[in-house]
Nanobody, 123 residues
């Protein structure tokens, strides 16, 4: 069992930065690939970024490549999403998720999900 709690969201101006954190409970956190997703009002949830259990493999949706960086600290049971050069279209509720496989995360599946944190980017 893994429980996930996101934090770090907020209101930021376009061009600004935020770092989201996802704290996980459970002894098996380090064995789970992790991902970040987002859902804007009136839109479906979309994949943002994923990271393998070993931190070597990372994946990003095209719209955030070069601006967002996913990382994890297994000693702290935490995965991060560093977001730079934020745009108004990045406004959404951001969720972290854990799945048994990296392909599952990239495909939008997740064995476990957090409750989400709101990110609002003003123009």
């Amino acid at each position: 069992q893994v429980q996930l709690v996101e934090s770090g969201g907020g209101l930021v101006q376009a061009g600004g930065s935020l770092r989201l954190s996802c704290a996980a409970s459970g002894r098996t956190f380090s064995s789970y690939p992790m991902g970040w997703f987002r859902q804007a009002p009136g839109k479906e949830r979309e994949f943002v970024a994923a990271i393998g259990w070993s931190t070597v493999k990372t994946y990003y949706t095209d719209s955030v490549k070069g601006r967002f960086t996913i990382s994890r600290d297994n000693a702290k049971n935490t995965v991060y999403l560093q977001m730079k050069s934020l745009k108004p279209e990045d406004t959404a509720v951001y969720y972290c998720a854990a799945d048994r496989s990296i392909s599952g995360v990239v495909a939008g599946r997740g064995d476990y999900w957090g409750q989400g944190t709101q990110v609002t980017v003003s123009s």
